[in-house]
Nanobody, 124 residues
Framework: QLQLVESGGGWVQPGGSLRLSCTAS????????IGWFRQAPGKEREGVLC????????NYADSVKGRFTISKDNAKNTVYLQMNSLKPEDTAVYYC?????????????????WGQGTQVTVSS
């Protein structure tokens, strides 16, 4: 059974950085793509970044370009979301999920095996 667990969320001041982790069990990241998604209060869930099994990345949100990067460590079976220059509008619950093909994802609901989410709050 595919299972994903997020960690690393918390409170940070604007301009700060956080690194989120998504650790997989029941499967290896060598063969699966993983996406990061977020949902802010009162808003729909949106895609952020996705990393393919081979390590290529796909960006779903223009608002994070140049600030967020996605990477993975297959030996640790973990995907990371490095978030720099954080803004208050980045405040959301961040989720990771399995994506069949990063480039073909249409809506977040097409992803599966969602983690429980981790809260990120950016405020002064």
């Amino acid at each position: 059974q595919l299972q994903l667990v997020e960690s690393g969320g918390g409170w940070v001041q604007p301009g700060g950085s956080l690194r989120l982790s998504c650790t997989a069990s029941g499967f290896t990241l060598d063969y699966y793509a993983i996406g990061w998604f977020r949902q802010a209060p009162g808003k729909e869930r949106e895609g952020v970044l996705c990393i393919s099994s081979s390590g290529g990345s796909t960006n779903y949100a223009d608002s994070v370009k140049g600030r967020f990067t996605i990477s993975k460590d297959n030996a640790k079976n973990t995907v990371y979301l490095q978030m720099n220059s954080l803004k208050p509008e980045d405040t959301a619950v961040y989720y990771c999920a399995h994506v069949t093909y990063c480039s073909l994802l249409k809506v977040p609901e097409d992803a599966n095996s969602w983690g429980q989410g981790t809260q990120v709050t950016v405020s002064s």
